[in-house]
C-alpha cells in the first residue's frame, strides 16, 4: 500500500474549473492504476476517473466524461484531475485511489479493487 495525498479542493462556481492532485509517498505508481472516485452526502461512493499508467490509458465516469481529464506525471509520481465545466452535482468529497496492478476495464469501476486511498479533498460547487 502506499500512502496518497490529495491537494486541490475547494470552491468554485458552476462553470468553473478545479484541479485536483493526488501524490504517494514512497512507492513509484509505475505499473498501478490509480484512479478517483467521489462520494456526495448521504450517496455511495462514485467511480469518476482511472489511469493505467505504464500505457496511459485513461476512463471516465459518463458523468465526468468530456468535462474532466485525468493524467499523470511520472517524475513527480503523481496524477491529476483537471474538472472543467464544473456543476453542482459533482460537489462532493473526492478521494484518490492506486493498487499496484494494471486493472482490466472491468475492473476499474469498483472501489473494492483499489488497496491504497488517500483523506480526501472536498469539491463545492456552488454559486
Known amino acids: 500500500q502506499e500512502h496518497l495525498v490529495e491537494s486541490g479542493g475547494g470552491l468554485v462556481q458552476p462553470g468553473g474549473s478545479l484541479r485536483l492532485s493526488c501524490a504517494a509517498s514512497?512507492?513509484?505508481?509505475?505499473?498501478?492504476?490509480t484512479a478517483w472516485f467521489r462520494q456526495a452526502p448521504g450517496k455511495e461512493r462514485e467511480f469518476v476517473a482511472a489511469?493505467?499508467?505504464?500505457?496511459?490509458?485513461?476512463h471516465y465516469s459518463d458523468s465526468v466524461r468530456g468535462r474532466f481529464t485525468i493524467s499523470r506525471d511520472r517524475v513527480k509520481n503523481t496524477h491529476y484531475l483537471q474538472m472543467d465545466r464544473l456543476k453542482p452535482e459533482d460537489t462532493a468529497v473526492y478521494h484518490c485511489?492506486?493498487?499496484?496492478?494494471?486493472?482490466?476495464?472491468?475492473?476499474?469501476?469498483?472501489?473494492?479493487?483499489?488497496?491504497?486511498w488517500g483523506q480526501g479533498t472536498q469539491v463545492t460547487v456552488s454559486s
Open positions: 485511489a492506486a493498487v499496484k496492478s494494471r486493472l482490466i476495464v472491468s475492473r476499474l469501476w469498483s472501489g473494492e479493487n483499489y488497496d491504497s
Open positions: 489511469i493505467r499508467w505504464n500505457e496511459n490509458s485513461k
Open positions: 514512497g512507492d513509484t505508481f509505475s505499473g498501478s492504476t
